[in-house]
């Protein structure tokens, strides 16, 4: 039986919300929230390096600094908090218009949140997000994370003076709806 070298495996866990009831809805098993802090004290105990994941949608946007705080307060072992832009492919896809959370004009929750479990040491970073979507302020922690093969650009990136850098978008993001502040960045 061959160990898993803990060093150099690192663990993506989803975790959308600090309140139960909005977790579990977003998985779709109730009891999900619960079983997820069981299997993450377990992991906490076997010293796993644990990067958790929230996709950012309208049922946990305005959750997302309790789930910061809780994060901090509770569970200041992780390694990385990555809240990530919603794709538009499966579950997405069907229920893109009540789910998708416009980040370029609400960024200021997303802010507060990131800067609150940065400033208790935890690395934090925006997955999925276009740069032009993001504060300045920001933008440094948001890397380039979608695959070259999924990843598109629209006419709004033409002369961006950060496209070079810039995870542009998923291929089938769909242009009629999502972002209502984009543009080159100059």
Not at 96 to 111: A, R
Request: aromatic share 12%.
């Amino acid at each position: 039986m061959r160990l898993i070298d803990r060093g150099r495996v690192v663990w993506g866990v989803p975790l959308y919300s600090r309140d139960p009831a909005i977790h579990d809805e977003i998985v779709g098993k109730v009891g999900a929230h619960m079983q997820l802090l069981e299997n993450l004290a377990f992991m906490c105990r076997l010293g796993a390096q644990i990067e958790l994941r929230t996709v950012l949608m309208r049922p946990n946007a305005h959750g997302l600094p309790q789930l910061a705080r809780f994060i901090a307060s509770t569970l200041p072992f992780i390694r990385t908090w990555a809240v990530m832009q919603m794709e538009n492919i499966g579950f997405g896809r069907m229920n893109w218009k009540t789910l998708f959370y416009d980040s370029s004009e609400g960024f200021d929750i997303v802010g507060r949140s990131i800067d609150l479990v940065r400033s208790r040491g935890i690395d934090a970073w925006l997955y999925n997000f276009p740069l032009c979507t993001v504060p300045g302020a920001y933008r440094d922690l948001a890397p380039a994370t979608i695959s070259d093969w999924k990843r598109a650009y629209r006419e709004e990136c033409d002369g961006c003076s950060l496209k070079a850098r810039c995870g542009g978008f998923f291929e089938w993001h769909p242009a009629n709806h999502g972002y209502s502040n984009l543009g080159a960045i100059q």
